[in-house]
């Protein structure tokens, strides 16, 4: 009987699931699949309608681009362009006259020397002391004359007392005679003397003449490119023997350079005297400079088919040096300094125009979009960037009216 009833308690105690609802039967579970299906499937076709619309699924678009950069006015206003090198119009290989061995060396490489500054000197004390003789000879000559001068005093003095005596027939013709020879010679020994200050003078400055030979000298203001030659190293004219050094430092005047531009011939006839040029130097990328074509070289070369064209510069930048390379854009008018400032520029085919608004399309991470821009004057066939872009951003050139915001695009050359 106690066993009956812990049964029916424990019936009692027992939950109704279906009551309660939380246990679907088979057939209801196999009445809501569909719905289940048909909310996915519209999820989907929502998904993909809305990554059409923002070009994800959409296939790539084939765009020519251009990239924002930053443009110099003068660039549009070039007729034609060379390339060339920076050249010293005056340069000096610095060599002695005499041949001897390197005693001082004063200079280095890239140091400013004036006109007749010593550079270098050879050994010279045999000169020294050949030119210390020539000086004694001419000391010596030069008493010789005096003695002489002293010698043709007494000589006219004791002439105008013959002569006089003479006249009056006091002295013989034989005494007479004989003081005039002695002035004649005594004058002559006077015009030797002399000649013979000028033989020691002359000897004396060849002897110096010598001597400065060895002083090698600086021929104008420059500055010291190479350093050739060192101490204790024979120099010689011509480099004349095996192990002689022919100069002992190369000289450049930097107030004579120029860029030396080769132009092929057929396009010689648009360059002229004095036209106006925009100079850049590969060393000096943000440094634009201001020339002018200041000579055309009457000849060519003919393995080249070019012709040399030297333009000065306006003002010499001291960062100009020999040997840089540059190019020479030759212009069709005079440029004012605000002109040479490179400004942020964009290809005018990229510029479209709605609801008056400029606008462009800029790639960024390979999809497009589209951007409001300021633009100012017109630089060629581009136009100034005044806001809306940088430096370094890639727009669309000649956008199809039908891009969108979001589409993907691949990009081909414009």
């Not at 009551?19 to 993909?48: E, H, K």
């Not at 002083?215 to 010689?236: C, N």
């Not at 630089?379 to 979001?406: F, H, I, Y």
Request: hydrophobic share 45%; proline share 5%; net charge positive.
């Amino acid at each position: 009987m106690e066993k009956q009833d812990t049964s029916a308690q424990l019936e009692r105690l027992r939950i109704d699931r279906q009551a309660w609802g939380s246990g679907p039967t088979p057939g209801v579970r196999r009445r809501r699949w569909p719905w289940a299906a048909a909310l996915l499937v519209l999820l989907a076709l929502l998904a993909g309608l809305a990554g059409w619309r923002l070009g994800y699924l959409r296939p790539a678009r084939e765009v020519a681009v251009a990239t924002v950069s930053r443009l110099a006015p003068a660039q549009s206003l070039s007729v034609l362009g060379a390339t060339g090198y920076v050249v010293a119009q005056r340069k000096a290989a610095v060599s002695s006259k005499g041949t001897g061995r390197l005693a001082y060396m004063g200079v280095e490489a890239g140091q400013r020397v004036s006109q007749g500054q010593v550079l270098a000197r050879l050994e010279n004390d045999d000169l020294i002391a050949a030119r210390d003789e020539s000086s004694s000879r001419v000391r010596a000559a030069s008493a010789e004359v005096e003695r002489n001068l002293a010698e043709l005093n007494d000589a006219q003095l004791n002439f105008q007392r013959i002569s006089t005596l003479h006249q009056r027939q006091v002295s013989p013709k034989a005494d007479y005679d004989v003081a005039q020879a002695r002035l004649l010679k005594a004058r002559a020994a006077v015009s030797a003397a002399r000649r013979q200050v000028d033989v020691a003078k002359a000897n004396l400055r060849q002897m110096q003449a010598s001597l400065d030979y060895t002083y090698i000298r600086a021929p104008f203001d420059a500055v010291v490119l190479t350093k050739d030659a060192d101490v204790g190293e024979v120099v010689a004219p011509f480099g004349g023997a095996t192990s002689a050094k022919a100069a002992v430092a190369t000289l450049a005047d930097m107030t004579s350079l120029m860029v030396e531009a080769d132009v092929t011939e057929s396009n010689i006839g648009k360059v002229r005297v004095g036209q106006p040029c925009q100079i850049n130097l590969d060393a000096l990328p943000d440094t634009p400079l201001l020339g002018s074509v200041h000579v055309i070289l009457p000849t060519a070369d003919r393995s080249k088919g070019t012709i040399i064209v030297k333009v000065r510069f306006a003002d010499l930048d001291p960062r100009v040096l020999p040997e840089m390379s540059a190019k020479v854009s030759f212009l069709s008018r005079e440029l004012s300094p605000q002109e040479l400032k490179p400004r942020l520029s964009l290809p005018a085919q990229a510029l479209v125009s709605a609801q008056g608004k400029s606008l462009v399309w800029r790639l960024k991470d390979e999809r497009l979009e589209q951007v409001a821009v300021a633009t100012g004057e017109a630089l060629g066939d581009s136009l100034e960037v005044l806001s809306g872009l940088k430096e370094g951003d890639r727009v669309v050139l000649n956008p199809a009216p039908d891009l969108k915001p979001g589409d993907k695009v691949k990009v081909t050359t414009p």
